[in-house]
């Protein structure tokens, strides 16, 4: 069993930054693709950004693609996401997941689920 804890969010006015971890315990991720996605009220749970557990391959929805960048550190069995140029729309509730095996951006995909944080990009 993995559990993710989420942890980084908070109120940011438009064109600023924040930076969410996840930290995980109860079984190394090392090995896992990790996931971030985000959902805002009354809109369905949304693909953010993945990556490969040795790092080479990362994937990030267009939405977000060159403001937010994804990393980890296998060591301290995190995953991070960089999230600059914050627009309103970007406001939600940010997850971390972590998949057992395969490849996908769908949530169907994922098989653990950290409890969520909160993202509010005020205008």
């Known amino acids: 069993q993995v559990q993710l804890v989420e942890s980084g969010g908070g109120l940011v006015q438009a064109g600023g930054s924040l930076r969410l971890s996840c930290a995980a315990s109860g079984h190394t991720v090392s090995s896992n693709v990790m996931g971030w996605f985000r959902q805002a009220p009354g809109k369905e749970r949304e693909f953010v950004s993945l990556i490969s557990w040795s790092s080479s391959t990362t994937y990030y929805a267009e939405s977000v693609k060159g403001r937010f960048t994804i990393s980890r550190d296998n060591a301290k069995n995190s995953v991070y996401l960089q999230m600059n140029s914050l627009k309103p729309e970007d406001t939600g509730v940010y997850y971390c997941?972590?998949?057992?095996?395969?490849?996908?951006?769908?949530?169907?995909?994922?098989?653990?689920w950290g409890q969520g944080t909160q993202v509010t990009v005020s205008s």
């Open positions: 997941a972590a998949m057992l095996a395969g490849w996908g951006i769908e949530a169907g995909d994922y098989d653990y």
